[in-house]
């Protein structure tokens, strides 16, 4: 297939489709995955209309794939998450350590104030995980694993994750103590 592509396309256009796949794959690590995770994509078998479809309706809710980048993504997750791709396996861990990594830490932190996390959060984490911590263009925070685990939350807002940005520099850990304590009273209600 290769040398089909080569003697029919030439290699400046096999060049050009490696680059919009390199491209591809950097837009669903960087835009994708703002909200899923890589081994939720990994657990898709969707054909290209499916995807083409999945990738429109992410764009309306706020996804920063440009109109460009649509097709080359659809071609790209289709090729590798399609219905002929093999069975996605889950790397298989022990019931110990699946507790361990959801597992609640002890308090390494000041109890926050949420009352002060309110303002805090709507200031800073609301135009991406919306008002009330449920998801818009960053992912839902409500009852996450993540809000019991002090040095996973904190690294993540000072130094930022993917799409993130890094709060480090503009937060104090009093700042992401009180953010926590008001994203940890937020609960998931009926239709969540």
């Not at 090729?79 to 298989?92: F, L, S, V």
């Not at 390494?108 to 949420?114: E, I, L």
């Not at 839902?140 to 993130?164: A, K, Y």
Request: proline share 7%; hydrophobic share 40%.
């Amino acid at each position: 297939m290769l040398a089909l592509a080569i003697v029919v396309c030439g290699a400046p256009a096999l060049a050009r489709a490696a680059n919009q796949t390199g491209d591809a794959e950097t837009v669903a690590q960087n835009d994708c995955q703002i909200c899923h995770s890589g081994l939720m994509l990994q657990q898709q078998r969707l054909s290209r209309d499916a995807w083409l479809a999945v990738i429109k309706k992410m764009k309306g809710w706020g996804s920063p794939v440009s109109d460009d980048q649509i097709a080359p993504l659809a071609d790209y997750l289709a090729a590798r998450y399609g219905p002929g791709a093999p069975p996605m396996t889950p790397a298989r861990i022990s019931a110990a350590a699946a507790l361990a990594a959801v597992a609640p830490e002890p308090g390494h932190h000041a109890p926050g104030d949420a009352g002060r996390g309110s303002q805090l959060y709507a200031n800073n984490c609301a135009p991406c995980h919306n008002g009330d911590a449920r998801g818009k263009l960053g992912p839902n925070l409500v009852q996450q694993p993540i809000l019991f685990r002090w040095r996973d939350w904190n690294d993540v807002i000072v130094h930022g994750r993917r799409s993130m940005p890094s709060f480090g520099s503009v937060m104090s850990d009093r700042d992401i103590a009180d953010i926590l304590a008001w994203v940890r009273g937020q609960k998931v209600t009926f239709g969540d």
